[in-house]
């Protein structure tokens, strides 16, 4: 019931949006804007993945060398997640061309 | 395949992992895979209660939970001796401190209380509830903790000498329906499937 409701209200806001802004462009666009966000989405990714490996790898370090204890959980942060998204946002702008 | 398309592979993989995992009963189903049915429980000569950590001041969630199944299961006679272990975290005051004042305000009487706060990790936690208990001959514990840590736990306090008695604690949302408590779910198992992970290419297990 949750679902089919928070899935319902995320479809009638998308359509709501496309009849009031999106009214006569190209269908094309529209996939295309679907190839770019699942390309943040993966960027992002690559982001978490690397921000966890490294955090995983400096918790280890500080405690090898004696710096102190970091818990390995401190990586279970979900601010990281959010971290990593925007890392993503602003990589994904700076590679595109830069408009004139 | 270019850079980009990988990306968008990848994208759209994790986009249908994050559906199935927040629209459907999947995480629930690896739940039952991972976690199994619960071992019946057993009286023993000591109860261990292991940490979760504190937020600022206060017990987390699941230390509190852990804490309070603790009590109920001494209350009930499951073992004369309560351990109640956890360190002090990013603050002054140590959990085990904390939790050993609980218990005490539920009635457990203070020589049946013992607290410890060295262990940092699970593996810690086994070894200085060795030192604790083998001196007294309590060799067969009731485990507490978590659900899905239960399995890596046990293994680590058996290696340590114990003879494990697992009394499990629900800590996870398993069985909701909320897309956030299933994503919430889905990531306590990743995380303790990672845990699991480490401890074995560490040596550990």
């Given amino acids: 019931m949750e679902s089919a409701f928070i899935l319902g209200v995320v479809t009638l806001s998308s359509a709501a949006a496309a009849m009031l802004f999106m009214r006569g462009r190209p269908r094309r666009r529209f996939a295309s804007a679907i190839g770019k966000a699942l390309e943040t989405v993966g960027i992002a990714a690559v982001f978490l993945f690397l921000n966890l490996g490294l955090g995983f790898c400096l918790a280890l370090l500080a405690r090898a060398v004696g710096v102190g204890f970091v818990s390995l959980y401190v990586n279970d942060d979900v601010t ?3 971290l990593s998204v925007l890392q993503a946002l602003v990589f994904q702008w700076w590679r595109e061309p830069e408009e004139r | 395949m270019t ?3 990988a990306l ?3 994208g759209g993989l994790l986009m249908a992992l994050f559906a199935a995992f927040a629209f459907t009963p999947l995480a629930d189903v690896m739940h039952r895979a991972v976690v199994g049915p619960p071992p019946p429980l057993e009286p023993a000569r000591a109860i261990v209660v292991l940490g979760a950590g504190m937020v600022g001041p206060q017990l ?3 230390s509190l939970r852990r ?4 009590v109920v299961l001494f209350r009930q006679g499951r073992g004369p001796l309560l351990v109640m272990l956890g360190g002090p975290g990013d603050g ?3 959990e085990a401190n904390v939790r050993i004042r609980l218990a005490r305000e539920m009635g457990v009487p203070p020589e049946a209380l013992v607290a410890d706060m060295r262990g940092r990790t699970t593996r810690e936690e086994s070894r200085v509830s060795w030192e604790l208990l083998a001196p007294r001959a309590a060799r067969k514990i009731l485990l507490v903790t978590g659900r899905e840590h239960m399995p890596r736990a046990s293994a680590l306090f058996r290696q340590a000498g114990f003879e494990v008695v697992p009394a499990p604690v629900d800590e996870l949302p398993a069985g909701a ?3 956030q408590d299933r994503l919430a779910l889905a990531r306590g198992l990743l995380r303790e499937l990672v845990a699991r992970a480490y401890n ?3 040596g550990y297990l």
Avoid: C, E, K
């Fill in chain 2, 200 to 202: 074995r290419v560490a």
């Fill in chain 2, 60 to 62: 987390s969630d699941a």
């Fill in chain 2, 3 to 5: 850079a980009r398309g």
């Fill in chain 2, 177 to 179: 329906v909320r897309p």
């Fill in chain 1, 80 to 82: 990281i997640v959010i």
């Fill in chain 2, 8 to 10: 968008r592979l990848l």
């Fill in chain 2, 92 to 94: 002054a005051t140590a």
């Fill in chain 2, 67 to 70: 804490a309070l199944h603790g």
